[in-house]
């Protein structure tokens, strides 16, 4: 049996840059794994998948993101044989937290070993990249600059956060108990010029990138995917486009953010379609009172940013 601990992201920045003819945005992201996992282990079988979940109301076929990555590496690997796959998860549903992302890719490494084909993370990214987005961050983390609509991923150093005196390595995750959808978030952003739209960072139709972002030898984010090695992000906004509209839907995520930000985070934000929030701390002593404080209506937990990958 292979097991494996599939961590949550958060979005420590991320900006939609603009429409793609595909649907899908094109956007620009820091993200970051933390310690909250969900738990994917695998056995072999003689055929076809089974697919076991704990925690959580999840199909056991089709639509349950391990079992669409174990069908298509099977298909792809020309596999004929299956594999019992156990998922137990912790990481809560249309979270913003990159949950299902996460163990379609731990299910891509474990099936990866247990049918010893030595494929590269980059063609197993390729894989789960048609299963979503997030999918391809979990190959390159634990901080990686992604761009695209998050097929490009490119591994940097855990970059400073405006408002940061030193990069904190502990968070503080909280959730108000219910989805937010991520196509719905997307599909709600204004575009620039109609009605009631803001000239603000969530204007989806914004082409190219305007980024502050302070960077080491260089002037604009738009170098990034170019550079040969690792960029260097020196210092970083506190942004998230999909906010703005998420908030207006769900206020509570403002009352979340506020509730940690009294309770000293020095970096409060929702992470990617949301609900969930985060707010970096110090230290895990302040993390540890942050959460204790949190009213019972909230799921919180205190997480550690991961400084290694956990595979
Ligand atoms: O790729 P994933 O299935 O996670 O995306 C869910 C939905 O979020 C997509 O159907 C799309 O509507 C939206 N999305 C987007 N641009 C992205 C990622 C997701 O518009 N870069």
Known sequence: MISLRAPAKINLFLRVVGRRPDGYHDIESVMQMVGLYDDVSVRPRRRGFEIRVQGADLPSGSGNLVYDA?????????VTAGASIRLIKHIPIGAGLGGGSSDAAATLIALNRLWELRWPRSRLAEVGAVLGSDVPFFFQGPTAWVTGRGERVRRIARPRLAGEPRPSAWAVLV?????????????ALPSRGAPGARSSPAAPDRVGSSAIIGLTNHDSVDTIPRLPGAPALVSCPVENSLELVTVLKYPVIDEMKKRLRDDGAS?????????TVFGLFPSRVHAVRAHAGLPHAWKGWVVKLLRRMPW
């Open 175 to 187: 959730n108000p108990g219910f989805p937010v959808s991520t196509r719905w978030a997307f599909e």
């Open 267 to 275: 970096v409060v934000l929702m992470s990617g379609s949301g609900p």
């Open 70 to 78: 174990a069908v298509a590496f099977a298909k792809q690997a020309g």
